[in-house]
């Protein structure tokens, strides 16, 4: 028996979630004394990427009618290849529109958001997040049949190289409900939930007028921008870029957070961070209570002359 | 047209997270309900089709009587009625095979959610209750119109966004962007009054099955104390960084 997942790619190119959901499924495989076949939608990208990561097979759907995304035809499609008792998904957004259709589908329990490997195969029992981010829940599952979701920087991308064997299979399943009409993918810019660094800001920034610095800083690590919910609900930035409860969570390596207080609502989505940076000039911001490193001072000062230092490090 | 809004009943926001002393289950103790914020969205844009279209607006909820207060809030919204499925929801299976059950007969052309609970997160019951009832799911939501049999959607994808056209009957899932936080309905005291009145049907579960069950919980672990740097001093927090957390 196999172990699966689902390799997620976008216009055929491997997502960073995907690396991650097989190094995941491998440790799964590893447990269970099983195997990893990794399935994919019509991508173009080699499988030796996946082999990298642990994947021994990697089928290859290919079918014309699922060009476009339709969370009820791909999961038809995963399902008819995909017929082991272990399925490991992304916690991205199409992964997690498919994921409870399948399970409906195969009879199988969903576990999402998961955070670590399972604590027990049999029963299934395995640690996820739960309240925002507030929690964690054990969950156990029973059912002959499991079907997971890995919530995106927790496990990690693991290289585990494997000789692996690829497979085509043509399909075409039937896809007349939803038809695609646009497809807008911001080019150049980094996706929130899989950038391993994020700079945030908020309502310290006065305007959104000055968000060219928040913005150049990240540009200097590598970072994704984000802002908390005062600062999207007045329209300063998109309602995409608030992170918190009623936003995204994310867990990225490093989050550095500019002129945002720290209320509770804002802490959920970003506590699993790793390392926690927090510039406020006020000292009593409740932030600083969850941060790990802190600096009390003007942020229109310290940004720029940070990204100076940064630049110089990495020059 | 026949909308179906599906509303958690879930912890406040401000609300702290604790668990019971053998850490088996959710402390309930002095917290305060509300309508999942991310159910709120969909309510508020049901009732904008209630509005433009002349729409009906049901409420559905999963809970024992506590959620009760919950479901009179949506109906001082502008919900027209609701049910509440009388059931303490263990999972998202059983809740979403609830939801499907009432769904079934209802006649309903398009079933609204939010994407997830603030709560247990588990973004699961759209999806199923989509499949439980054999119609399209369109995830993520934030956009919606409805012209006739078809519906248009916008869904956020990483990075970008799609528009979609998605025959009815549908399961949209919202989120923030549905509707505009602006346009988020407070209710005025003819609503509180009207919603007094308005039928909210009880209706008892169809089943006890479930499949995954929360046998404990953790509160997230402190974090050490922070480290402060002088803002004259920033090399010192890129050498932290770079050195000890191994970030940069």
Known sequence: MAVFVYAENINGVYKKAAFEAVSYAKAVADQAGETVTAISVNPTDSSDLLYKYGASNVINIKDEGLKSFSAKAYAQAVSEVANGNIIVFPHTTDASSIAPM??????????????????????????????????????????????????????????????????????????????????????????????????????????????????ELANVLGAATACSKPVSDIGWRPHTEHV????????????????????????????????????????????????????VGDAFQIIPALTEKIKAIRG | MKILVCISSVPDTTSKINFTADKSAFDKNGIQWVINPLDEFALTKAIKLQESQGATVTVINVGDAVTEPVIRKALAIGANDAVRVNLDPKDSYSTAKEIAAVAQNGGYDLILCGKE????????????????????????????????????????IEGGKETISVKLPAVIAGQKGLVDEKDLIIPNMRGIMS???????????????????????????????????????????????????KVI
């Open chain 1, 102 to 215: 399948l399970a409906i589908m195969n009879g199988h329990s969903l576990i999402t958001n998961t955070l670590a490997a399972p604590e027990s195969l049999s029963p299934f029992q395995v640690k996820r997040k739960a309240f925002s981010g507030k929690g964690f829940m054990h969950a156990k599952s029973e059912a002959p049949g499991v079907i997971l979701t890995v919530s995106q920087n927790a496990f990690g991308v693991k290289e585990n190289v494997v000789s692996g064997s690829e497979e085509v299979k043509n399909l075409s399943v039937a896809n007349e409900d939803t038809k695609v009409i646009s497809h807008e993918q911001s080019s150049g810019k980094l996706d929130l939930k899989e950038a391993e660094i994020v700079v945030s800001a908020g309502r310290g920034l006065k305007g959104p007028e000055n968000w060219g610095m928040v913005e």
């Open chain 1, 244 to 295: 918190g409860q009623t936003g995204k969570a994310i867990s990225p390596n490093l989050y550095i957070a500019i002129g945002i207080s720290g209320a509770i609502q804002h802490l959920a989505g970003v506590n699993s961070s790793k390392t926690i940076v927090v510039i406020n000039s006020d000292a009593e911001a409740p932030f600083f209570k969850s941060a790990d490193y802190g600096v």
């Open chain 2, 117 to 156: 609970s603030i709560d247990y997160n588990g973004g699961s019951v759209p999806g199923m209750v989509a499949q439980l009832l054999n119609q399209p799911f369109v995830n993520a939501s934030v956009g919606l119109d409805v012209n006739g049999s078809e519906a248009t959607a916008v869904r956020e």
């Open chain 2, 195 to 245: 919603a007094r009145t308005k039928p909210l049907q009880v209706v008892e579960p169809t089943s006890s099955d479930v499949k995954v069950q929360g046998v404990s919980y953790d509160s997230v672990p402190p974090r050490a104390a922070v480290k402060l740097v002088s803002p004259d001093n920033l090399d010192e927090l890129v050498r932290l960084l770079h050195e000890e957390a």
